[in-house]
């Protein structure tokens, strides 16, 4: 496109000066990821969540117990008389659960769904935030070229005051021209003070996200390859990799087994109990004992007073719960994925008519100071058309970047942004917070 290698002619003369300091957007996602808060957030709780899990193994494990006391002890036997000695005792348990009503089992692949929906869910804010800082990287560009175009719009109607001054002067132009010229010229000058104020906000965007101040960015490229040929096939991708909806269905299957193992108490608790206890002094007898003991013990609680029943009803809410969560991200899904392709082709056509739209207006508007200068055309009538190049090119980068941003979002809505920008986010996964 011709407008397009202009724009990029433009940008290049303030890119090339401090090209060595530049950042792509590959580049800036990587290292914001792994300063993010949003993204910390989430990878600590994926930590958290393989703890739960760890500690969910262990109830398949032995435990083995100490204990100990000693003191006085005063006892008062009926027959034999009163006794008061120092008594001193130790025990050392080893318990063996052997059947604890499936609960260790269904705990177990609650907490293994836990963390496999926390993995998800990781990746998923790692491809929020990414889609987050593709929006800020590609405002701050927008913002940029805006305020370069505004500074051209201020240079091209100070060179069109110069004119009218001397217009005047010649008598060829009246004082209502440059009244007129001077009032152009200062909705002009604000037009940039509210240029640079927009990119002042998107830096601070930018920052936010980042955690530093952009430096000179570089327009993105996205690769073509992850563009769907139609929604439809945008639609099965999505509802097969999105991560949060995998992570919707894994918290589903977590809440399930998570009621599946309230069920525990509908059995008795099976443990093989191996002890051994040293005594000196105890219960009245004096000298010391020892005691080894291997039993099979059983405990069954037959009433709680109802709270077993309500766990359980509360589990059930609990999972139901879940799935209707899973069912919104669902339609979320495709909502997302509808709204993101009607987008994408929406600003592919759109910038098809902009782009003449600002070739038509720059033919216009050289054409109207040939014919001002040649006194057929009025002051008025320059400075519209000179307004209208200004508006149609902004118009134009607007549409320009934010098609690049629906690209992205395209893509993001199949979960294939992080791939996109060749950024990895698994090896953070892999790892513990040190």
């Known amino acids: 496109m011709r407008l397009r290698a202009t724009i990029c002619i433009l ?3 303030v890119v090339s000066s401090s090209l060595a300091h530049s950042k792509t957007l590959e580049e800036t996602t990587f290292e914001a990821l792994q300063s993010n808060p949003e993204m910390s957030v989430a990878l600590q709780s994926y ?3 393989r703890e739960d899990l760890g500690a969910a193994q262990g109830n398949f494990l032995p435990s083995l117990d100490l204990s100990a006391d000693t003191g006085k002890e005063d006892i008062d036997r009926q027959g034999v008389g009163e006794t008061n000695q120092t008594r001193t005792q130790a025990k050392l348990q080893l318990t063996i659960p052997v059947f604890r009503g499936f609960a260790n089992v269904s705990e177990h692949d609650r907490a293994d769904f836990a963390m496999q ?36 719009n201020l240079k091209r109607h100070e060179e069109t005051f110069e004119l009218v001054s001397a217009r005047k002067k010649q008598g060829v132009s009246n004082k209502a021209d440059l009244t007129q010229m001077k009032g152009r010229l200062a909705r002009v000058k604000a037009n940039l003070l509210s240029a640079k104020n927009n ?3 998107a830096e601070t965007v930018f920052a936010q996200l980042t955690g530093e101040r952009p430096a000179t960015l570089i327009r993105p490229e996205v690769d073509q390859a992850y563009i769907p040929e139609s929604n439809e096939r945008a639609q099965t991708l999505a509802l097969n990799n999105n991560q949060s909806l995998i992570a919707s269905r894994l918290n589903v299957q977590s809440a399930s087994a998570n009621t599946t193992g309230l069920n525990s108490h509908l059995y008795p608790d099976l443990d093989i109990v191996a002890d051994r206890r040293w005594k000196d002094d105890v219960s009245g007898f004096d000298g010391e004992e020892n005691e080894w003991r291997v039993l099979l013990e059983m405990n069954w609680n037959l009433y709680q007073g109802g709270s077993n029943a309500s766990r359980q009803k509360k589990a059930r809410y609990e999972e139901e719960a879940a799935r209707m969560r899973s069912n919104r991200v669902y339609r979320e899904v495709q909502a997302n994925v509808d709204a993101s392709w009607d987008a994408y082709l929406t600003l592919k056509q759109t910038l098809i008519h902009l782009e003449d739209y600002v070739n038509q207006s720059e033919e216009s508007a050289t054409l109207y100071m040939a014919q001002f200068k040649a006194g057929r055309r009025t002051l008025l009538d320059l400075l519209d058309a000179q307004n209208e190049v200004f508006e149609a ?3 134009y980068l607007a549409a320009d970047y934010e098609y690049i941003y629906t690209q992205y979002r395209v893509i993001a809505s199949m979960s294939y942004i992080l791939d996109a920008l060749r950024v990895n986010v698994e090896g953070s996964l892999a790892q513990e917070d040190s």
């Open 393 to 395: 090119k902004k118009q």
């Open 11 to 13: 940008v290049s003369s």
């Open 199 to 201: 990119l002042r906000d």
């Open 47 to 49: 930590y958290a969540s």
């Open 117 to 152: 929906a926390s993995y998800y869910q990781a990746l998923g804010q790692a491809e929020q935030t990414s889609l987050s800082i593709a929006k800020a990287y590609t405002d701050v560009l927008n913002a940029r070229d805006v305020v370069r175009l505004s500074e051209e």
